[in-house]
Structure formats: structure tokens, C-alpha cells
């Protein structure tokens, strides 16, 4: 049965990120450069913050929650305490109602206002989500404007630090961070037509956009409600009805084809075969609409859990069954929110989907695809989510989110040598990258190097996986192992992250006929000292991609 206007079940609050618990929010304060501290009033504590986020949604951004696109100029107007607009990253906030609930004070705070905070955020706060903290502040996007690059410049003179308080990773951004600043994506457009041909419906999805791919497309079906999103550039595009008719749970034919329109498509079932369908159905919530990705609430699915099963003495990989109806590709490095309810109190945290296997998968494997996701899970003695996830066996339920990320696939293809730099379960990432590259690079004409940080043998996820792998791509893969706390059988490289090691085991990206690309991902400060040494080795920003899901 249709539930009117929105689908029921599947419509949540936002979770926040990084979840409370998380490390990337411990680090946001101990991580990176210290900001200098005030202190906040009563009432104005990070968790009143959230309160009043939920409380009075969208219309923190001081335009009753319209959005619309700032100019430069508009932007440089709201420079006052009472009445402050920020730039970070392309995307405009009202940060007049955070002023108060800003560690660093208001002072702080208005050395960005009126103009691009990016750096300033970055150099402070690089591992906050902003777009979690301040969403509700969102005003629009930055309209581009020959000026830009100017302030930006302007902006850097004088956001410099004195000496002595220079953040140790001033110049940490990721590639795509560091130009967005000035990129201003233009909101794509996209329309669905369909067609039927005897016992099947045709969709298509047309758009103009830059990049679409078929893992793009997620499909949620409730009886007779389908919801179809697709991830077009910084929007989504969604496709809410409510069926003629009945269709089955199996969608087939799901593919792009790419020109100046790209057209996504995929075929429904229709449960009646032989029942001609008078109109396509009518139309719900959002239905034909494009809206940014931060201006949308996260779809959560209940998921059953199909199986658990230790990957090391802490580590679990958990193999999740999306509800009959959804279909959901995850895209390389990209993450998912698990949602648990534990006493009345909702935990939620990101985890990067993996694949089932580091190894070639059998045929019934990709049956499945976009139909289960699998989940590498660090059990931590006090995490407060995977306490719950500990007691988790098969046929329990969770809920998962639809998938959130940056990663460009396409970087791969440019590549010749891909280095990986992983911690602990900071691996999570790789192992869709190397699921890649065994599939892309059947040549071995790509390089590929893992550097992968634990603290002992027993920690390593997929050893035995891994050393199959290398078997199979002799040539091209390569591993190195380096434990924090070996035993004294341990012959290989010792220690944390440092110089040395770099410089002894990381390829010398001073090599002109090599494209590299170098992935980092494990502890926040793990990642932050590899990406500044790796820097100091020689690698550009372009040369690197951080995963700081
Ligand atoms: P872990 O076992 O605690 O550490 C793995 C290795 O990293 C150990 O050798 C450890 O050395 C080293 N290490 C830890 N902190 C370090 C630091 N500050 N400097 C240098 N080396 C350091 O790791 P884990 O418990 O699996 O944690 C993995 C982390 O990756 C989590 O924080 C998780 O949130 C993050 N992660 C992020 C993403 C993403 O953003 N997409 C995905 C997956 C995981 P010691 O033994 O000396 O500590």
C-alpha cells in the first residue's frame, strides 16, 4: 500500500557525522591544528548544537530554508556577527546562528565571514564533515565569478598563521578538496520517459550531466511505490512513484549509455503480464526532481544479516541482504551508515563497503550484485556500535543508508602505478581498488604497491587472501607489511609511519613517464602524517586521494 507522500519506513532524520563516537570527530579536536578555545556559554555545547539542528531543520540558514545561488559580491555583503555567511568549498552557510557554538569564538569565526573560509576550515578542521555540522546553515551554492580567484588569493594572505601556530598540516586537502574551492558545479537536468513491451516496463533516465556510471542508480521498491535516485555529479536526480500496476522484485537491463544525453536505463517486471499499463503511475513526493546531495535525507534500508564471519581475532565481515525491491551498487571507497537502536538511543556510523572476497568471484557472486554489501568490522572493546553489531547473527536486521563518497574511478585508468597506503581497517577501501585492478589490469600493466600498517600478523585482514592475489599477479602486485608490534619472529619492516619508511618502500614519484596514484586511509592522524610525508617525498596533491569517510 502507498503512503501518500513519502515512503514509509525509508524517509529518517539525518544521522550525524562523523557519529559522535567516531574517530574522525575525537580528531577534530586532537587530530590537527589546535584551535584557539573559548569558552561556550551554557546551552551552546556540540550536542545543543545538534539539538537545535533537529529543532529548527533548514531555517538556520536565515532564508526560511530556501536555497539560491550567492554571488561573490552577496557573499562579501554578510560580514557582520548577526549576520555572517561563510564559503567552504563551493557552498555558502549562514554561520551567524554557529557563532555561538563555535569552540573558537566568534573572533575566530569572522575571519572568514563574507568570503571563502575554505582554508581557514581546513587548516582547523580539515577532518570535520562540514557539510554534516553546518547543513542546516546551507544558503546555496557560490555562484563562479572571475573574482573568485582573486578573494581566494586575498583570503590566503590573510589567513596566514603567526609561526608559532602554524597547523602542522596546513597544506592537507585532497585534490578534489583543494579545487573545489572555485569549481561551481552547474545543476544538471534530467527527465525519465518509459515504455512498455509486452510483459516488461523500459525506463529511461535522461541527463545532462558531467558523469554517470549504472552503479549510479539506486533502486528502492515498496509494493507498488518505486523510488529511483541517481547520483548525478553534486545532485541527485529521483524518480518517486506510485506504480500502475505490479512489477516484480527483479530489475534487469541496468546500463548507461554515454553521449551528449546520457541515458541510464533498466527494465521492470510487470507481476500481470499480459495487463497493458495506461499510465506509468502517479506521481509522489520529489518525483522528477534534482536537488543537491546535501539538501536530500538519507534513505536507510532494513537489511538482514546473512552471515558474520571473523576475518581476524577482531575483525568481522558482515553480509548484509538488501530488502526485496532495492538494488544498491557501492562504488569503489565509497561508505554506508549503519543504524542501530540501542536503548531508546540511535547509533549510527560509517563503514566502507568491501567485496566478499579479495579473490576472483564465482558466478553466483555476481548474481547478487546490488544486492548484498559487505562490511568489514572492527569489533572495538568500547565502541558503542559494534558492541551491538558483536551480538548481530544471521537473520537479525539493520539499517543501512545509501551510500556517501568521492572517489573517481576513472583516476584509476589514468594511472600506471597505484600505491596504497592502508592502516589497520584503514584497508577497507583497497580492497574494491584491488577487486579493480584484478579485474582491469589483467595485463599487469598497472603497478600496484599495498603498504600496509598493523600493529601484529594476527591483525592482518585477508592474509592468506592477499598472499593468493599476489600468486595470481606476480609482476604487478606488490606488498609490504610493515607491524607496529611484531613479535620476535618477525623479520619485516617495524615501527609506525615515519621518513625512513617512506623513503624506503614507497615508489619515488620522481619518475616523469609514471602517473601515480597514491590512496591513503586508516587513523586520522596515521593519515594526515602519511599524506604530509608522502608530500615531503614528492608526490603532488594531484597524485593522492585521501578516504576520510
Ligand atoms: P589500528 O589497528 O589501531 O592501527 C593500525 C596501524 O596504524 C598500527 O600499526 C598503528 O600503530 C598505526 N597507527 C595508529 N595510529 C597511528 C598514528 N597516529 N600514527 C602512526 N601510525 C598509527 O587501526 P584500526 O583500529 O584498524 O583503525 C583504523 C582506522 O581507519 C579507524 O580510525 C577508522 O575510522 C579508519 N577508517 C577510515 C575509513 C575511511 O575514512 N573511509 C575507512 C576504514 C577505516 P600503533 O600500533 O603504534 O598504534
Known amino acids: 500500500m502507498l503512503s501518500g507522500t513519502k515512503m514509509q519506513g525509508l524517509q529518517v532524520p539525518k544521522p550525524q557525522f562523523p557519529s559522535l563516537n567516531s574517530p574522525q570527530r575525537a580528531s577534530a579536536t586532537n587530530g590537527t591544528k589546535q584551535s584557539r578555545k573559548v569558552a561556550l556559554t551554557p546551552g551552546h555545547s556540540l550536542m545543543d548544537w545538534v539539538r537545535l539542528g533537529k529543532k529548527e531543520g533548514r531555517n538556520l540558514n536565515g532564508k526560511g530554508g530556501q536555497i ?24 555558502v552557510y549562514n554561520v551567524t546562528p554557529y557563532m555561538k557554538f563555535h569552540p573558537g569564538g566568534e573572533d575566530e569565526m569572522m575571519r572568514g565571514a563574507g568570503a571563502d573560509g575554505t582554508s581557514l576550515f581546513d587548516d582547523v578542521h580539515q577532518w570535520v564533515n562540514v557539510e554534516s555540522m553546518l547543513e542546516k546553515c546551507y544558503v546555496g551554492q557560490l555562484r563562479k565569478s572571475i573574482e573568485i580567484k582573486d578573494r581566494l588569493k586575498d583570503n590566503k594572505k590573510e589567513i596566514n598563521h603567526p609561526k608559532d601556530t602554524a597547523p602542522v598540516n596546513s597544506d ?9 574551492e572555485a569549481a561551481i558545479v552547474e545543476k544538471p537536468k534530467a527527465r525519465y520517459d518509459w515504455y512498455q513491451n509486452g510483459g516488461q516496463i523500459t525506463v529511461t533516465i535522461y541527463t545532462k550531466c558531467n558523469f554517470v556510471k549504472a552503479d549510479h542508480l539506486v533502486i528502492d521498491k515498496k509494493q507498488r511505490e518505486l523510488q529511483v535516485t541517481l547520483n548525478i555529479d553534486e545532485y541527485v536526480y529521483t524518480l518517486h512513484v506510485g506504480l500502475f500496476a505490479d512489477i516484480t522484485d527483479t530489475y534487469n537491463g541496468i546500463r548507461v549509455l554515454n553521449g551528449p544525453v546520457h541515458r541510464v536505463i533498466f527494465i521492470l517486471n510487470k507481476k500481470d503480464v499480459d495487463l497493458k499499463w495506461v499510465t506509468f503511475g502517479s506521481p509522489l513526493e520529489g518525483n522528477n526532481t534534482v536537488v543537491h546531495k546535501t539538501d536530500r535525507d538519507p534513505v536507510f534500508r532494513s537489511c538482514e544479516v546473512l552471515s558474520c564471519q571473523p576475518l581476524t581475532h577482531d575483525i568481522k565481515l558482515l553480509a548484509l541482504q538488501l530488502p526485496q525491491g532495492s538494488h544498491m551498487i557501492i562504488p569503489i571507497g565509497y561508505h554506508v551508515y549503519l543504524r542501530v537502536n540501542h536503548n531508546g538511543e540511535e547509533l549510527s ?4 563497503v568491501v567485496s566478499s572476497t579479495l579473490l576472483p568471484q564465482d558466478y553466483k557472486a555476481k548474481e547478487i550484485c546490488g544486492r548484498i554489501i559487505y562490511l568489514m568490522i572492527k569489533m572495538y572493546p568500547n565502541g558503542h556500535l559494534t558492541q551491538q553489531l558483536a551480538g548481530y547473527k544471521e537473520g537479525d536486521m539493520i539499517d543501512v543508508s545509501d551510500y556517501e563518497g568521492s572517489f573517481v574511478e576513472s583516476r584509476l585508468d589514468q594511472a600506471d602505478t597505484l600505491v596504497l597506503v592502508a592502516a589497520g581497517t584503514g584497508f577497507t577501501p583497497m580492497v574494491k581498488l584491488l577487486q579493480w585492478n584484478r579485474i582491469h589490469n589483467k595485463q599487469q600493466t598497472k603497478h600496484i604497491k599495498l603498504i600496509f600498517f598493523n600493529k601484529t600478523e594476527r591483525d592482518i585482514p585477508w592474509r592468506e587472501d592477499l598472499s593468493e592475489l599476489l600468486k595470481t599477479q606476480p609482476k604487478s602486485f606488490e606488498i609490504i607489511n610493515i607491524l607496529s608490534e611484531p ?27 609514471q602517473r601515480f596514484l597514491m590512496c591513503i586511509c586508516g587513523p586520522t592522524q596515521f593519515t594526515q602524517l602519511a599524506f604530509k610525508l608522502s608530500k615531503a617525498y614528492g608526490y603532488t596533491d594531484e597524485m593522492i586521494h585521501v578516504f576520510a569517510a
Open 68 to 91: 539560491q545561488n550567492v554571488s561573490v559580491e552577496e557573499l562579501a555583503r554578510h560580514n557582520k556577527v548577526d549576520d555572517a555567511w561563510m564559503s567552504i568549498r563551493g557552498k
Open 172 to 180: 592537507f586537502k585532497t585534490p578534489s578538496n583543494s579545487k573545489s
Open 349 to 352: 556510523r560509517p563503514y566502507t
Open 487 to 513: 613479535d620476535e619472529r618477525w623479520s619485516g619492516p617495524k615501527g609506525r609511519i615515519r621518513k625512513e619508511i617512506v623513503e624506503e618502500y614507497f615508489p619515488c614519484p620522481d619518475q616523469p613517464q
